[in-house]
């Protein structure tokens, strides 16, 4: 079913510290996964995306795991920043006959603390 | 290289009024897609257009909402009658094409119903 009005889960870290944010998600049909960062009062900003033929991504301070036997997402943040407190949110890309509709996660809210 | 713009940022309007939402894509992107956000959930998927169709319109309430994106112009989400529960973050995002493609996200247009 879907979550209404729950608080989101939190994690709070120390600057400069690794952050590891996970998720699960449903589909084990969807082949497309996005990860998005979202500050308040902003739209989500993309920050890593990965396909169901790989296990691993990496760019610039981030790693995307996906395990598809448990339907596990994870974020890694390499030297957390200040600036990278927000929240984030992992999505899903369900294949369906139209096709391109994405389905987020609740989020995690990632506190940086100086 | 402009992103996905949305406007209003902030609409006000009363009960039973109307609201219009604009989106322009990024520039070059043909497939827009309209999310809806509640205070601390995920986005929720309402529609998926492109240029004068719609091609996914599921996640759209069928009475009140309706949604368009003409060959000339911006996309506009259409709320007829509003009422309180209308109150949301309404998001815009767009792609290149369909599939397996991220899609970026305007800043949204924040609703209030008096």
């Known amino acids: 079913g879907e979550s209404v009005g729950l608080h989101l889960p939190t994690l709070s870290v120390q600057e400069g510290d690794n952050s590891i944010i996970n998720c699960a998600y449903s589909n084990s049909a969807s082949d497309y996964f996005i990860w998005y960062k979202q500050e308040s009062g902003k739209g989500p900003q993309f920050i890593i995306d990965i396909r169901s033929n790989m296990d691993k991504r990496q760019g610039q301070r981030v790693t995307v795991l996906l395990n598809k036997t448990v339907k596990h997402l994870s974020l890694q943040i390499a030297a957390t920043q200040p600036g990278d407190s927000a929240v984030y949110f992992c999505a899903e890309m369900r294949i369906e006959t139209s096709g391109s509709r994405l389905t987020f996660g609740e989020g995690t809210q990632l506190t940086v603390n100086p | 290289n402009a992103g996905v713009m949305q406007n209003p940022r902030h609409l006000v309007r009363r009960r039973g009024q109307e609201a219009r939402l604009r989106c322009s894509p990024m520039?070059?992107?043909?497939?827009v897609y309209w999310y809806r956000q509640l205070p601390e959930e995920g986005l929720k998927f309402m529609v998926y257009l492109q240029k004068e169709n719609i091609i996914d319109e599921s996640g759209m309430p069928k009475e009140r909402f309706s949604a368009e994106f003409p060959k000339e112009g911006p996309s506009i989400l259409r709320i007829q009658q509003v009422v309180r529960g209308d109150s949301a973050a309404y998001f815009c995002a767009s792609s290149r094409t369909a599939g397996n493609q991220p899609q970026h996200f305007g800043d949204g247009t924040r609703l209030s119903i008096l």
């Open positions: 520039k070059g992107h043909s497939h």
